[in-house]
């Protein structure tokens, strides 16, 4: 019998969290079953930092807003932010258009190597918490002298969870080396760059459910082709009381050199 009171009572909240809406990027409906180390720099810190003295910024894939809105006392004279999903950009808008924040819809993994909706040089700072990018376009828009700051998800993060329902790193390119060298092609001079490995712990399955389904971390999940995976999960939950996995973040600063 599973932890939550039998199996069928197991299956039954597994479908609910299956099918609990999702918007943003806000993951507080598992708060208190779902915790996450955090890296040992703070990326709001870091954002402030790039956006003192600019006059125009933008935030590179904004999800709803949550992020971004923390930083309103620190918004330039104009602030932008994109979005690329239909339902993150109305929450996005919500949120941010009181806050002064012009929201672009934009979607950097369709045109890889296609420009961002700016003008050359017209931007002081640009921000990205989890975002693609193209590095070429970041110092494209950048004014000389302006800042770019990213944190990323390694790729390699959750690969155990992963591997537990078959899947391999959906990105494995995605790692500190190669963005390095990235932006240095690009012509920006990199300030900071540095990667963390930290855990992300579950201690039920029903939250695990909620996360693999509104991250997109599995394709095609679903309880009822994966229910054998979250029996087995379930059963190591009612023996250790938790589920562990290794997360993967790193951060790089960097300006575009002064004219």
Same mark, same amino acid.
């Given at each position: 019998?599973?932890?939550?009171?039998?199996?069928?009572?197991?299956?039954? !909240? =597994?479908?609910? @969290? @299956?099918?609990?809406?999702?918007?943003?990027?806000?993951?507080?409906?598992?708060?208190?079953?779902? &915790?996450?180390?955090?890296?040992? =720099?703070?990326?709001?810190?870091?954002?402030?930092? +790039?956006?003192?003295?600019?006059?125009?910024?933008?935030?590179?894939?904004?999800?709803?807003?949550?992020?971004?809105?923390?930083? +309103?006392? +620190?918004?330039?004279?104009?602030?932008? #932010?994109?979005?690329?999903?239909?339902?993150?950009? !109305?929450?996005?808008?919500?949120?941010?258009?009181?806050?002064?924040?012009?929201?672009? !819809?934009?979607?950097?993994?369709?045109?890889?190597?296609?420009?961002?909706?700016?003008?050359?040089?017209?931007?002081?700072?640009?921000?990205?918490?989890? @975002?693609?990018?193209? #590095?070429?376009?970041?110092? !494209?828009?950048?004014?000389?002298?302006?800042?770019?700051?990213?944190?990323?998800?390694?790729?390699?993060?959750?690969?155990?969870?992963?591997?537990?329902?078959?899947?391999?790193? #959906?990105?494995?390119?995605? #790692?500190?080396?190669?963005?390095?060298?990235?932006?240095?092609?690009?012509?920006?001079?990199?300030?900071?760059?540095?990667?963390?490995?930290?855990?992300?712990?579950?201690?039920?399955?029903? +939250?695990?459910?909620?996360?693999?389904?509104? &991250?997109?971390?599995?394709?095609?999940?679903?309880? @009822?082709?994966?229910?054998?995976?979250?029996?087995?999960?379930?059963?190591?939950?009612?023996?250790?009381?938790?589920?562990?996995?290794?997360?993967?973040?790193?951060?790089?600063?960097?300006?575009?050199?002064?004219?």
């Amino acid at each position: 019998m599973g932890r939550d009171g039998g199996p069928d009572g197991n299956l039954a !909240r =597994w479908r609910a @969290e @299956e099918q609990h809406p999702f918007t943003g990027w806000d993951f507080s409906h598992i708060h208190g079953r779902w &915790s996450e180390e955090s890296p040992p =720099w703070s990326y709001e810190d870091l954002a402030r930092q +790039a956006l003192y003295g600019a006059r125009s910024a933008v935030d590179l894939g904004t999800g709803g807003g949550e992020r971004l809105s923390l930083l +309103a006392d +620190a918004f330039p004279r104009r602030m932008f #932010a994109t979005e690329a999903y239909h339902a993150n950009d !109305r929450v996005a808008r919500d949120r941010l258009g009181p806050l002064g924040v012009t929201v672009v !819809r934009y979607a950097s993994e369709d045109v890889v190597g296609g420009p961002l909706p700016f003008a050359d040089g017209s931007l002081d700072a640009v921000l990205d918490r989890h @975002e693609s990018y193209d #590095a070429r376009e970041v110092a !494209r828009v950048l004014a000389p002298g302006g800042r770019f700051l990213t944190q990323q998800v390694d790729g390699r993060d959750l690969a155990t969870l992963r591997a537990t329902f078959g899947v391999g790193p #959906a990105f494995p390119q995605v #790692a500190l080396g190669p963005f390095v060298a990235a932006a240095e092609t690009a012509g920006l001079v990199i300030e900071r760059a540095e990667e963390w490995w930290g855990d992300s712990v579950f201690t039920d399955v029903g +939250a695990l459910v909620y996360y693999v389904k509104a &991250s997109g971390l599995v394709p095609g999940f679903s309880v @009822e082709r994966y229910e054998m995976v979250l029996r087995e999960l379930d059963s190591r939950i009612s023996a250790s009381g938790e589920l562990r996995f290794r997360c993967g973040r790193f951060v790089l600063a960097a300006r575009k050199p002064a004219a």
